[in-house]
């Protein structure tokens, strides 16, 4: 098992930034991917960033590409997520999520508002 615990949230005004960071504990070995996605309310949880852990390949969401910043830290086993510009919009509970072999492993979420 992976454990994920997020951290970072908050409340914010718009155009300010953010970093959230997850920490994977556990089975860390043979991570594949982390990731971060998003869900607001009403909405379906959507994929904010992707990073591939030992190439560190990135994806983004078409929403947030160019504001956000996907980053690794293999020797702490973290990934952190820099929001940017941010918009009311990205108003939700970010999730991070790690992927080995086959089997995905998710965090509680930390919510990320963002006031107009």
């Known amino acids: 098992q992976v454990q994920l615990t997020e951290s970072g949230g908050g409340v914010v005004q718009a155009g300010a930034s953010l970093n959230l960071s997850c920490a994977a504990s556990?089975?860390?070995?043979?991570?594949?991917?982390m990731a971060w996605f998003r869900q607001a309310p009403g909405k379906v949880r959507e994929l904010v960033g992707l990073?591939?852990?030992?190439?560190?390949?990135?994806v983004y969401g078409n929403s947030v590409r160019g504001r956000f910043i996907i980053s690794k830290d293999n020797a702490k086993n973290t990934v952190s997520l820099q929001l940017n510009s941010l918009r009311p919009e990205d108003t939700a509970v970010y999730y991070c999520?790690?992927?080995?072999?086959?089997?995905?492993?998710w965090g509680q979420g930390t919510q990320v508002t963002v006031a107009s």
């Open positions: 990073i591939t852990w030992i190439v560190g390949t990135t």
């Open positions: 556990g089975r860390t070995d043979n991570i594949n991917e």
């Open positions: 999520r790690a992927r080995r072999g086959e089997f995905f492993h």
